[in-house]
């Protein structure tokens, strides 16, 4: 009853995405109509290329699985903090990690990565449960495509 649902009229991944191993694992979509700002539904401001030290605390959000057991959706919102870490398994240049049991799960792909001054500085993109290891796009690599893609659309 809370909730909103808007069509997708064209979408815009990116031109060199890589299925297999996740990289440049980035899309946008564009709305037949604006969205409706309220208490619920708000824009957020985008890390850009300045903003290119790693964000240490960090929270993301979505509706993935609540049980490594179980893949149900979530009905309500979640979000739980992250630490950013440097990691040998992630890409410094285009990819952010974080290593830990608390994290995103399954169903949560594509959800935000939100860090300091509450900037989306990421994108969720890929996990390794037995790592422990989740991986995310970074928004301020990928800046100047964004903005491309948003002019010329």
Known sequence: KNSSCLSVEQDFPHQEYNNGNHTNDIMLLKF???AIFNKNVQPIVLAD???NKLPKKCVVAGW????KDDETMSLKLKEVNVTLTHD???SEKNEYCSKGEEGPAQG???GPLVCEDGKAFGVISANSPAL???KYTKIPYYREWIDEIMKQN
């Open 32 to 34: 037949p109509t604006k």
């Open 49 to 51: 290329m300045g903003d």
């Open 64 to 67: 993935g699985a609540t049980r």
């Open 88 to 90: 040998p398994l992630c």
């Open 108 to 110: 949560d792909s594509g």
């Open 132 to 134: 422990k290891l989740t």
